[in-house]
């Protein structure tokens, strides 16, 4: 394959390439998946279009209690981020998960996202963020809720001519307990097999409860049921015992009667109760 390579120094500069270039380009950001695809053959682009040399793409703000972060945010820049660590715990673990240093230093927030693999770790714990990716294209911009970006396996509602700029949530409130938690098949440099993205929040009762999954489903997404089933009832072991089974039953629903199904079931209950118990203070 040959292609010709932009790196464009401006967002602007960006968003003119995608529209004249339109289905002919594809956009490069740490290079940690699509160079792996490109070197497999998989895909035939004219043009690659750098995002590494656009200012407006990058770094981790926070503005009142709304958190930003650039698309092209390294793993390891989002895992050291002290506004992370403070203020969306999960996140920052779960970036930290992220294969080995070498591909933290390289791959990026934006990547994970628009790569829109099921096991993608950043994911399950952006979406119980309930963050919202801008997307901007030549003359336009829109918001969405993440969790609405994705089509499938790595399928998302990005155009040719869109990227991602940024990702946005709030900051957890003071008190609540969050934690992203991984299942693979060994403990370091290993794709999720299961994952849980936890957040609780309690006075006397549950006033806050999100819960997300990675790598049951084609795209990672949130057990409403489960949520619902704990809020507005006290922090026991026998209610969450009554959300875990809720859980249960939406992770069996989701899977249905795969191979993988027995195992990831009751796997992923028990790893839900520990994401909630320690997410609750009960451990
Ligand atoms: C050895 C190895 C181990 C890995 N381990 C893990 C792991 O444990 N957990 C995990 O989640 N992932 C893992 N990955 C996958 C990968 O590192 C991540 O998905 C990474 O975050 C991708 O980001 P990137 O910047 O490298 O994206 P790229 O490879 O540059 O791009 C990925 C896709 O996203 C598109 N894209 C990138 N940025 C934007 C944007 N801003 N707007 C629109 N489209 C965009 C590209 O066009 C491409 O289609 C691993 C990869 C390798 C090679």
Redesign the pocket.
């Known amino acids: 394959m040959s292609c010709s390579y932009y790196a464009p120094q401006q967002l602007e500069e960006l968003l003119a390439i995608l529209a004249e270039k339109k289905e002919k380009a ?12 490109l070197q497999e053959g998989n895909l035939d682009y004219d043009y690659i279009v750098a ?1 590494h040399k656009i200012p407006e ?1 990058k770094g981790i703000s926070m503005s009142g209690d709304t958190i930003v972060i650039g ?2 945010t ?2 390891t820049e989002v895992e050291r981020s002290p506004i992370i660590n403070a203020n969306a715990l999960l996140l920052a673990q779960a970036a930290a ?4 240093p070498q ?1 933290r230093n ?10 829109a ?1 099921p ?5 399950p714990a952006l979406i119980a963020l309930d963050a919202s990716v801008k997307i901007v294209s030549k003359g336009s911009e829109r918001k969405m809720p993440l969790e609405d970006l994705f089509l499938g396996m790595g399928k998302t509602k ?1 155009s040719c001519d ?4 940024e990702i946005s949530f709030k900051a957890l409130p003071d008190g609540a307990g969050s934690i992203f938690i ?1 299942l ?1 098949r060994r403990n370091a ?4 097999r299961i994952s849980v993205a936890a957040i609780v929040a309690s006075n006397e009762y549950v006033t806050d409860c999100r819960i997300a999954m990675g790598a049951v489903a084609p795209n990672p997404f949130r057990l409403r049921g489960a949520e619902q089933a704990w809020l507005g009832r006290t922090v026991t072991a026998d209610n969450l015992d009554i959300c875990v089974e809720a859980a249960f039953q939406e992770i069996s629903a989701t899977l249905g009667q795969r191979a993988s199904a027995i195992y990831k079931k009751r796997a992923g209950k028990a790893l839900i109760r520990r994401a909630l118990s320690i997410a609750s203070g009960q451990m």
């Not at 998960?97 to 080995?100: K, L, M």
């Not at 096991?119 to 994911?123: E, G, K, Q, R, S």
């Not at 869109?162 to 700029?165: A, Q, S």
């Open positions: 594809k956009v490069l950001a740490g290079g940690t998946d699509l160079v792996i695809a995002l793409l698309a092209m390294t793993h998960s992220v294969g080995s591909i390289a791959g990026t927030i934006g990547g994970n996202i628009c790569n693999s096991a993608a770790d950043t994911i990005l869109e990227v991602i700029k991984k693979a440099l290993a794709i999720s």
